[in-house]
């Protein structure tokens, strides 16, 4: 099953919710305000509607994820790569690396990365 879609809010929400799972709920009130200074009705409402959506279990106030950290990131890199670039991977590596010189060690990943996945392998 892919995960559904998140917001980046929602995203940033997720990775603390990995970091610390399974947390208590008012733990997450807690961590949210401090590191994405969120009141505890903003929590409470992003917990609710990640639930609703089934990225998120609350039972007994503990709260778990779903999906993993790499299923969400697939997840929000496809959206972005269609919305951004109209779903082409090319032009997307291309951006990046017109943006900025790429060093001998970000390259070498790069080409290890293609090499793996190449070919039509998930």
Do not use: H
Not at 49 to 60: I, P, T
């Amino acid at each position: 099953m892919e995960a559904p879609r998140v917001f980046e809010s929602e995203y940033r929400f997720l990775l603390i919710v990995w970091a610390n799972e399974p947390v208590p709920s008012g733990e997450l009130v807690r961590l949210a305000a401090e590191q994405l200074t969120w009141k505890k009705s903003t929590t409470y409402t992003v917990i609710r509607r990640l639930c609703e959506r089934g990225v998120l279990r609350s039972e007994g106030g503990i709260v778990r994820a779903l999906f993993t950290q790499e299923e969400v990131q697939r997840q929000v890199g496809s959206a972005f790569l269609q919305s951004t670039f109209g779903g082409s991977l090319p032009s997307l590596v291309a951006a990046f690396a017109r943006a900025r010189t790429l060093s001998p060690e970000e390259a070498a990943e790069i080409r290890r990365i293609i090499d793996e996945y190449g070919e039509g392998r998930p």
